[in-house]
């Protein structure tokens, strides 16, 4: 449960996930999209998982909270606070010590009101501090009283970051909660969820901006094809990038406007236009113009 000197909150280990289809006279296919993917999450930390659309962040978060649709299998191994998360635990840690803010905010109950969805089963007790985070992310006071059909897609988002924030959570795993927001609230989430990792809770910020990333989190772990293939500290992600150890993580860093569009270039066909096949330790030009 100790790394060192830091309180391991949330460790996953070797997880898998597949999804499993029937096709033509009931072959059953299996399609792996996260494959031995390994990520901790310490106290007082923010640690954010960076990958592109369509990479399986999302599907991360889904597993870690067991909210993943039947025909999806898992392997591997999951812990909080040292101790195996299985249905039970997970069921008593659901917005209570775990918040999640998901990135679809079809994640709302539709038929509850929202305040109510915001205080949640603490109920009437948590209403001072609804009445707060409404108000801290520019909710009007009415807004608790509407469906979620009856919110814009920035106010729902809203709703779900209170959500978090109000809970007496120590880890809120936030998957892309910033996307539609105006900045001044999207800077107000990120203050928040700082203040949150100072206070020894931890973050998990699944986000596809390593700009922002490299704003806010302590930890970067950078997620390629249903794997982390580097988890590095934000220091690591300086200068020209020397510090990182995978050419994926090096590409990503130098490609930022920052850093001057740098693009990755093939070392045989000196095109950087090339196309790039990942593993876990390399990235190799798969051009085809040198075979
Ligand atoms: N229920 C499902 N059945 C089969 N495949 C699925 C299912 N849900 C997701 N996938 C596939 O898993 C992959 C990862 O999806 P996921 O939503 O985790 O990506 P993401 O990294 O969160 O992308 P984005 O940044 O766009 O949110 C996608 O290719 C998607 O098609
Ligand atoms: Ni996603």
């Given amino acids: 449960m100790v790394a060192g000197q830091k309180t391991v909150l949330l460790d996953v280990q070797g997880l898998s996930v597949s999804f499993e289809s029937y096709h033509a006279f009931l072959e059953k296919r299996a399609s792996q999209v996260i494959s031995d993917l390994s990520v ?10 960076v990958g592109s659309s369509g990479s399986g962040k999302s599907l991360l978060a889904h597993a870690i909270m067991g909210i993943l649709p039947d025909n999806a299998r898992t392997g591997g191994s999951m812990a909080y606070k040292g101790k195996e998360l299985n249905r039970e635990y997970r069921e008593a840690l659901r917005g209570k ?7 679809s905010v079809a994640y709302l109950d539709p038929l509850m009101r ?18 707060k985070a409404f108000a801290k992310y520019r909710l009007d006071l009415q807004a608790a009283n509407l469906y979620p059909f009856q919110l814009s897609g920035g106010m729902a988002r809203r709703v779900l970051i209170s959500t978090a924030v ?24 990120l203050q928040d969820f700082r203040e949150f990792a100072d206070q020894g809770k931890g973050v998990l910020l699944i986000t596809h901006d390593i700009d922002l990333a490299l704003h806010v989190a302590d930890r970067i772990s950078i997620f390629h094809s249903g794997t982390v293939i580097e988890t590095a500290q934000r220091e690591e992600f300086s200068g020209d990038g020397e510090g990182l150890k995978h050419p994926y993580s090096r590409a990503l860093f130098r490609a930022l406007p920052q850093n001057g569009f740098q693009l990755p270039y093939c070392p045989k066909c000196g095109a950087s236009c090339a196309v790039w096949e990942i593993s876990r330790t390399e990235m190799r030009c798969a051009c085809g113009s040198h075979d």
Avoid at 40 to 49: F, H, K, P, R
Avoid at 97 to 103: G, R
Avoid at 166 to 189: K, N, R, S
């Fill in 166 to 189: 109000v809970t007496d959570a120590e880890l809120i795993i936030a998957d892309e909660p910033t996307p539609g927001l105006d900045l001044a609230i999207a800077v107000q989430a």
């Fill in 40 to 49: 901790q999450v310490y106290a007082g930390e923010i640690l954010a998982v």
């Fill in 97 to 103: 010590e775990i918040a999640f803010i998901p990135q």
């Fill in 114 to 131: 929202v305040g109510g969805q915001v205080r949640g089963i603490v109920g009437e007790k948590l209403r001072d501090a609804q009445e």
